[in-house]
């Protein structure tokens, strides 16, 4: 029995940790739990810097005081928000057309429109005068701004300076092309016309400016644009009196030229539409 008794105290020891390991290895009796078919997932959490920011919506154009520069998002140009920009006409032009009542401006107020004019004096289709770019650049770079929304007529004069910078025909068309490119491309609902270079006429003196209102007159012709020659207008209309310096018109030569021209822009259909159609009576 001593033996025994030893025995067993020795082997004690052994037998609880065997009991210890086999307790402490995974439970084999206890099933794992199934998901239930009809529980939803349960979205991960976001943190706040996840979650979307709302952003304030920008202000319509239509909300902007007359005046106000609004960045057009179509062609990330900024553009001058007018008082009534449906019943104003815009005019692209030099030195002729930047006086007020000039003969362009007189011209084409006739019609019936309002008048937004850019330009500048000494910039052509090529031609610039060392502040401003020539037309398409000086649009391009924002030297000047068109106006928001679809104004109902858009008039681009000039070539005089592009005639006395001595560009060529290839220069001068190149541009025009671009021009009235993004012209049409911006205002797609807008009639465009152009006038051409004052000058004394090719048989009399014209020189290069009666062959530069000839080339834009090609070229509009290609593009299937409205113009008018003023090419030898001086002459033609006894202007020759009314200049102040040889290029430019004294006010009574505005004033002159500019009934000329509200005739020649009438002729072409380019009066100012009323703003509904009349109506017609069913028979």
């Keep these: 029995m001593r033996k025994a008794s030893a025995a067993f105290r020795l082997l004690a020891p052994l037998i609880a940790v065997g009991v210890l390991v086999v307790g402490c290895g995974p439970n084999q009796a206890t099933p794992q739990s199934t998901p239930s078919r009809?529980?939803?997932?349960?979205?991960?959490?976001?943190?706040?810097?996840?979650?979307?920011?709302?952003?304030?919506?920008?202000?319509?154009?239509?909300?902007?005081?007359?005046?106000?520069?609004?960045?057009?998002?179509?062609?990330?140009?900024?553009?001058?928000?007018?008082?009534?920009?449906?019943?104003?006409?815009?005019?692209?032009?030099?030195?002729?057309?930047?006086?007020?009542?000039?003969w362009p401006q007189r011209g084409i107020s006739a019609l019936g429109y309002k008048l937004h004019v850019v330009g500048m004096g000494g910039t052509g289709f090529v031609a610039s005068n060392g502040k401003t770019g020539n037309y398409?650049?000086?649009?391009?770079?924002?030297?000047?701004l068109l106006p928001y929304g679809d104004?109902?007529?858009?008039?681009?004069?000039?070539?005089?300076?592009?005639?006395s910078q001595?560009?060529?025909?290839?220069?001068?068309?190149?541009?025009?092309?671009?021009?009235?490119?993004?012209?049409?491309k911006r205002y797609p609902g807008a009639r465009l016309a152009m006038i051409g270079t004052l000058a004394r006429g090719a048989d009399n003196g014209g020189g290069r400016r009666s062959e530069v209102d000839a080339l834009l007159g090609r070229i509009a012709a290609k593009q299937a644009i409205p113009f008018v020659s003023a090419g030898d207008w001086l002459t033609r209309y006894d202007a020759v009196a009314d200049l102040q310096d040889g290029v430019h018109l004294k006010p009574s030569g505005h004033a002159k030229l500019g009934s000329v021209l509200a005739?020649?822009?009438?002729?072409?259909?380019?009066?100012?539409?009323?703003?509904?159609?009349?109506?017609?009576?069913?028979?």
């Design 151 to 163: 104004p109902p007529l858009i008039v681009v004069q000039g070539g005089g300076n592009d005639a």
């Design 263 to 283: 005739r020649e822009l009438t002729a072409l259909g380019l009066t100012a539409r009323p703003d509904t159609e009349p109506s017609v009576s069913p028979e």
């Design 136 to 144: 398409i650049d000086a649009l391009q770079r924002g030297d000047w």
């Design 166 to 184: 001595k560009a060529t025909d290839a220069q001068i068309t190149s541009n025009a092309d671009r021009l009235l490119g993004a012209l049409k």
């Design 38 to 102: 009809s529980a939803a997932p349960v979205p991960a959490e976001t943190s706040a810097a996840d979650k979307p920011l709302r952003v304030a919506p920008a202000p319509s154009p239509l909300d902007l005081p007359v005046g106000s520069l609004y960045r057009n998002p179509a062609n990330n140009r900024d553009e001058v928000v007018l008082a009534d920009v449906r019943h104003t006409a815009v005019l692209i032009g030099d030195s002729q057309a930047m006086p007020k009542d000039s």
